[in-house]
């Protein structure tokens, strides 16, 4: 009787292996990256972490609407310090400048604020017979020096606003991201074993506190510097008129 002979194995049975691992190489695959989510860091905080964000949040808005307001009070004082400076040197009449600076219902501000103070206290001055003929003169130069100390207060109001921002922010991020490192590691505690998968979380949380305090900062500062600067532009420009000014006032008292 002739031995049977051995049957081959189906050609599915060799490709099995094959197609499971073709399967199976999706569900291997890396979760996709999507990338820094600030707003769940920020969600995913502790509570006083949380708090030092929206207290910084706050300060950068303030100091943003100060900024704002800030360049379009100096801007407008530029502008009208240029435009009185043009009218002053022109050659018109002291007494006709004068009268449109002292209109009623007409608030005057800057350098014209200035020039109505000076030709203000002169004129009082000189209707008092009997005097010193030096007191006009002198009268003019205490009005301007006051004019002048009103005008630049106005425009040095909330710098020291943006300068206290500039200043404490960082450490008040700083307070923020410690504190979140702190409760980080204290929650490890727990934990038998502690991996940077573990921990990056918690850091990754408080060092936003750190970046909220750089962004509201760096605003800040830069906006003092600049403004402070350009105030100080404009005092010397004050100062220099109000001395111009009384050496026309003294002309005009000498030849009065």
Not at 94 to 105: G, I, N, T, V
Not at 111 to 125: H, S
Not at 133 to 138: N, V
Request: glycine content about 8%; proline content about 5%; aromatic content about 8%.
């Amino acid at each position: 009787m002739l031995q049977s002979l051995p049957q081959a194995l189906p050609d599915t049975a060799a490709a099995t292996p094959v197609e499971l691992a073709a399967s199976g190489a999706p569900a291997a695959a890396a979760p996709a990256d999507h990338g820094l989510d600030i707003l769940q860091l920020v969600l995913h905080a502790s509570l006083p972490v949380q708090l030092v964000m929206a207290l910084l949040l706050l300060a950068s808005l303030a100091s943003w609407v100060i900024i704002l307001r800030k360049k379009r009070v100096l801007d407008r004082a530029e502008r009208e310090a240029d435009r009185f400076e043009e009218t002053f040197w022109s050659g018109v009449e002291l007494p006709k400048l004068y009268a449109a600076a002292s209109e009623r219902h007409r608030t005057v501000e800057g350098m014209e604020a200035i020039f109505e103070a000076g030709m203000r206290e002169f004129n009082r001055a000189r209707q008092r017979r009997g005097g010193d003929p030096r007191a006009p003169l002198e009268s003019a130069q205490r009005g301007m020096r006051a004019a002048t100390s009103r005008e630049l207060d106005g425009l040095e109001r909330n710098l020291e606003f943006l300068a206290n921002v500039g200043s404490i922010s960082p450490y008040v991020g700083l307070f923020g991201t410690v504190w979140g490192i702190m409760i980080s590691f204290q929650g490890l505690a727990s934990m038998k074993e502690a991996t940077i998968a573990t921990v990056a979380p918690g850091i990754s949380e408080a060092l936003v506190a750190t970046a909220m305090g750089l962004f509201a900062a760096i605003p800040a500062v830069w906006a003092y510097n600049r403004f402070a600067t350009r105030v100080e532009r404009m005092a010397v420009r004050y100062d220099t008129f109000g001395e111009e000014f009384a050496s026309v006032l003294q002309r005009q008292a000498q030849e009065g």
